[in-house]
């Protein structure tokens, strides 16, 4: 192997002695992500077989979309392994983004209020919020927002929250993955004690989980521990690299109904949308999922202890629990950024001979660097790499179709540098 990774890659023997070390170090880690890999590839399956999947649901329907029992039938997949009343999984929803604007929009009514008990939410939510005036925000249509930041360890201000709840809130939005923010991601249990502390206060707020690069993490899901509505992407971890666009929605059967008015239109709902030929794609890429989750977890894991060992502040740091798979690597230098960009991209299926360079990005006030070589264009659960050009110059990556790819993409980021003489691999 040191051979073939030598010559086929050129990866340094002091590279990979090191990768093995450090492997043999988070063996138990890696074990766990493949337990909990098991138990929701068996979840997945039995949902598969308690729907009678058969080859009728690969195929797809034109036109309107009446009587899609493909469609019908996957909504109902992904109720079941979700444990909700109902679900949409449609590639008429364009993002996670989209999702989500969806389940709020579909829900909140002119005088209702909005609350964020976990502070800023996603970067793309503030346009649809209206905390950056756009047109056709909540906040145009009379939807007001409220925030609640987390304190500084990172957890609840329940006091404030408390405050925050009163005879307008509606809905409250929380989201599990960290994204691009500083504060820690929320593991189930957590969100958990949230939404029952929130539910105690009122009853019948609808609680709403931003559950974008959650899925098959753990062995739960927000649904299981109270949520009333969570949304998310197909091009991250449920499309399981397989989905070439859409998203999902599931929850309580009158708002998922709510959100699939506002997705196609009042009266129609759920009952049209064309899947165009999807619906065997969406069928393999979740039943993928689980697996591919997993080696995307791993691959963040694995990439937090050599980065760690090499003196790099990692967030999460390589033992704590996970919800997502999201990593960061604070590399500290420009030069240390592009490097690990250009490790990712050189051990990339497509594009691998492309080398990244920092550039302007619209809504960014420094230059950002990007690495992804994709099947499915901007898909997140794909090894994919990106970063600021500022201090403290953090490469956000996530993904890996299959672990032995992620791993060789961070031994490619290694050895990029060490070949820079960015990092010394003595002892
Ligand atoms: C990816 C993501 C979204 C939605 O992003 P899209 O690019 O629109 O799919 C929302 N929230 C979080 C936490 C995400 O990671």
Same mark, same amino acid.
């Given at each position: 192997m040191k051979e073939y990774l030598k010559t086929a890659f050129g990866v340094d023997d002091k590279v990979t002695s090191f990768c093995d070390d450090v492997l043999s170090e988070i063996s138990d880690r890696l074990k766990n992500a493949d337990e909990n890999a098991e138990y929701n590839q068996l979840k997945v399956l039995a949902a598969f077989?308690?729907?009678?999947?058969?080859? /009728? #649901?690969?195929?797809?329907?034109?036109?309107?979309?009446?009587?899609?029992?493909? !469609?019908?039938?996957?909504?109902? %997949?992904? @109720?079941?392994?979700?444990?909700?009343?109902?679900?949409?999984?449609?590639?008429?929803?364009?993002?996670?983004? #989209?999702?989500?604007?969806?389940?709020?929009?579909?829900?909140? !009514?002119?005088?209702d209020e909005l609350m964020s008990p976990v502070g800023k939410p996603y970067d793309t939510m503030d346009e649809i919020i209206g905390i950056r005036d756009c047109s056709g925000s909540l906040k145009e249509y009379g939807v007001s927002y409220r925030q609640v930041?987390?304190?500084e360890d990172g957890t609840f201000d329940y006091e404030n929250i408390r405050k925050a709840i009163n005879e307008k809130t509606k809905m409250v939005t929380i989201q599990r993955s960290k994204g691009y923010a500083v504060r820690p991601s929320l593991i189930l249990d957590r969100i958990g004690e949230l939404i029952s502390f929130i539910k105690k206060i009122k009853p019948d707020v609808i609680c709403m989980v931003d559950n974008c690069y959650g899925e098959f993490v753990e062995r739960k899901e927000p649904t299981q521990v109270g949520a009333d509505i969570i949304a998310g992407s197909l091009i991250k971890n449920p499309g399981g690299g397989i989905a070439p666009c859409g998203g999902y929605i599931a929850g309580r059967k009158d708002l998922v109904?709510?959100?699939?008015? !506002?997705?196609?239109?009042?009266?129609?709902?759920? /009952?049209?949308?064309?899947?165009?030929? %999807?619906?065997?794609? &969406?069928?393999?890429?979740? *039943?993928?999922?689980? $697996?591919?989750?997993?080696?995307?977890?791993?691959? @963040? $894991? *694995?990439?937090?202890? $050599?980065?760690?060992?090499?003196? *790099?502040?990692? %967030?999460?740091?390589? !033992?704590?629990?996970?919800?997502?798979?999201?990593?960061? %690597?604070?590399?500290?230098?420009?030069?240390?950024?592009?490097? &690990?960009?250009?490790?990712i991209q050189a051990a990339a299926p497509v594009d691998s001979y492309v080398r990244p360079v920092a550039d302007d990005m619209p809504g960014y006030d420094s230059k950002v660097v990007m690495a992804a070589g994709? *099947?499915?264009?901007?898909?997140?659960?794909?090894l994919s790499a990106d970063g600021p050009m500022r201090e403290p110059y953090a490469a956000y990556f996530q993904g890996g179709l299959t672990w032995p790819h992620g791993k060789l993409g961070i031994m490619k980021s290694i050895q990029c540098l060490y070949e820079k003489g960015l990092i010394s691999l003595q002892g």
């Open positions: 077989q308690k729907e009678k999947i058969s080859a /009728e #649901h690969l195929t797809g329907s034109t036109g309107y979309g009446y009587d899609d029992a493909g !469609r019908d039938t996957l909504e109902k %997949v992904y @109720a079941d392994i979700f444990e909700t009343e109902d679900a949409l999984v449609r590639p008429q929803i364009v993002s996670g983004t #989209h999702a989500i604007n969806l389940a709020l929009s579909g829900n909140l !009514r002119p005088g930041d987390l304190l109904e709510n959100a699939a008015y !506002r997705l196609t239109s009042p009266g129609l709902g759920k /009952e049209v949308g064309a899947t165009l030929g %999807v619906n065997e794609k &969406f069928y393999q890429g979740l *039943f993928l999922s689980p $697996v591919v989750t997993a080696s995307a977890l791993k691959t @963040a $894991v *694995f990439a937090a202890a $050599v980065y760690e060992k090499l003196g *790099f502040e990692c %967030v999460p740091d390589s !033992r704590s629990e996970r919800t997502d798979i999201i990593q960061a %690597v604070e590399l500290k230098t420009p030069e240390g950024l592009l490097a &690990f960009c250009e490790g994709a *099947f499915v264009q901007g898909s997140s659960i794909e």
